[in-house]
Nanobody, 120 residues
């Protein structure tokens, strides 16, 4: 079983930065076998994919965050990061970390979420 625990959310003014972390654990978990993603969901909105990174390091970003957010994996720990710069009020949402074996299309493993609030 894979466990994911997010941290690093908070309140920030527009233009500020936050770094989210996701600590992954589990008997079978290694970054070499799992693809990772950050998702977010604002109130009354559908969940959207923010950024992903494959087991080989290939990244993807939603258009809304390109150039502002960076997804990365820790070198020595099973920790996933999301560096968020130039934050905007529309980035306000609950952010979730997710993991899937790379041969699966869907993400079966999810964290509990961390709230990000950006004020104007």
């Amino acid at each position: 079983h894979v466990q994911l625990v997010e941290s690093g959310g908070g309140s920030v003014q527009a233009g500020g930065s936050l770094r989210l972390s996701c600590a992954a654990s589990g008997y079978t978990f290694t970054f070499s076998r799992y693809c990772m993603g950050w998702f977010r969901q604002a109130p009354d909105e559908s969940r959207e994919q923010v950024a992903t990174v494959s087991n080989s390091g290939t990244t993807t970003y939603a258009e809304a965050v390109k150039g502002r957010f960076t997804i990365s994996k820790g070198n020595t720990k099973n920790t996933l990061y999301l560096q968020m710069n130039s934050l905007k009020p529309e980035d306000t949402a609950m952010y979730y970390c997710a993991a899937r074996p790379c041969w699966l299309d869907d993400y079966p493993h999810w964290g509990q979420g961390t709230q990000v609030t950006v004020s104007s």
